[in-house]
């Protein structure tokens, strides 16, 4: 199949349609195309947070961080979940300092305050695996969530 034919297949009324075009799409690796990485970012806005999620998973390791920033309040926790797990493959030492705070503030904000689970779950997970200097105070508040699996990976992230 095609690039053009796949692209085309992202105007699928099809939510799942749009997903499978877009993880094929991502098998191009860093080699696809501006119109695959441009149609990632448009797919950023789909209505479904099921073809949202699988854009975030495509852009990620792309250096994109500044436009994986502005999901981090999206309402489905699958995209927010998705955008955390997507900066833990960013070269942090790469970007310029407001940004690597921002990313940093965005992921410890979502560890502290997200309702669910597992976002605050994958923040640990993150934060652990950036090793900045900070992280420890933060990882430490996660020995405190109301869910288990949270300590538990909080537990795990401090013995790394």
């Known amino acids: 199949m095609s690039i053009d034919t796949l692209l085309r297949d ?7 349609k749009r997903v499978t075009t877009i993880r094929v799409l991502a098998c191009q690796g860093h080699e696809a195309p501006p119109a695959v990485i441009d ?15 699988a854009a975030v998973q495509a852009l990620e390791g792309r250096g ?4 994986l ?4 309040h999206d309402p489905s926790w699958e995209v927010r979940t ?10 942090m030492d790469s970007l310029e300092d407001k940004l690597r705070n921002r990313i940093q503030e965005a ?3 979502a560890l502290q305050e997200d309702g669910v689970p597992t976002v ?11 090793g900045l200097p900070e992280i420890p105070l933060a990882l430490f508040g996660a020995l405190e969530d109301e869910d288990a699996s949270v300590r538990q990976e909080a537990i795990w992230a401090l013995k790394m």
């Open 107 to 109: 992921i410890i904000s």
């Open 82 to 91: 998705s955008v955390i797990q997507a900066w833990k493959t960013l070269a």
């Open 10 to 16: 992202l105007a699928s009324p099809q939510w799942e």
């Open 39 to 53: 149609a990632f970012r448009v797919s950023l806005k789909d209505i479904s947070s099921a073809v949202r999620a």
């Open 69 to 72: 920033l502005q999901l981090r």
């Open 64 to 67: 994109l961080p500044q436009t």
């Open 120 to 130: 605050r779950r994958a923040a640990v997970n993150v934060l652990a695996r950036l």
